[in-house]
Nanobody, 118 residues
Framework: VYLVESGGGLVQAGGSLRLTCVASGGTSDIDAMGWYRQAPGKPRELVAMFTFGNNSLDYGDSVKGRCAVSRDIPKNTMYLHLHSLKPEDTAVYYC????????????WGPGTQVTVSS
């Protein structure tokens, strides 16, 4: 599975953004797909994760109420919508895909930088 993110950049506080993740290769075997982010000096944290088997969507605590995920299934694309941006949303945002095999296999995109200016 290959993942490529796009849509990052510089955004003003209070604004909104949409990130795009395109998946290719073995996409029919993906069990969950979503987004994580990592700010400098901090661990990677969950932003949003959609589990296909039960259609469940989980959001990280830091983005709840400001975040939504949408999908374009024929295009194997997932979008992350984030509004009311804050400087603390500044991070590299990574697309993540999961296969639950005998072990859990994670796939990651290269990431896209989002910088929120105050």
């Amino acid at each position: 599975v290959y993942l490529v993110e796009s849509g990052g950049g510089l955004v003003q506080a209070g604004g909104s953004l949409r990130l795009t993740c395109v998946a290719s290769g073995g996409t029919s075997d993906i069990d969950a797909m979503g987004w994580y982010r990592q700010a400098p000096g901090k661990p990677r944290e969950l932003v949003a994760m959609f589990t296909f088997g039960n259609n469940s969507l989980d959001y990280g605590d830091s983005v709840k109420g400001r975040c939504a995920v949408s999908r374009d299934i024929p295009k194997n694309t997932m979008y992350l919508h984030l509004h009311s941006l804050k400087p603390e949303d500044t991070a590299v945002y990574y697309c993540n895909a999961v296969q639950e095999l005998v072990v859990r296999v994670n796939y990651w995109g290269p990431g896209t930088q989002v910088t929120v200016s105050s």
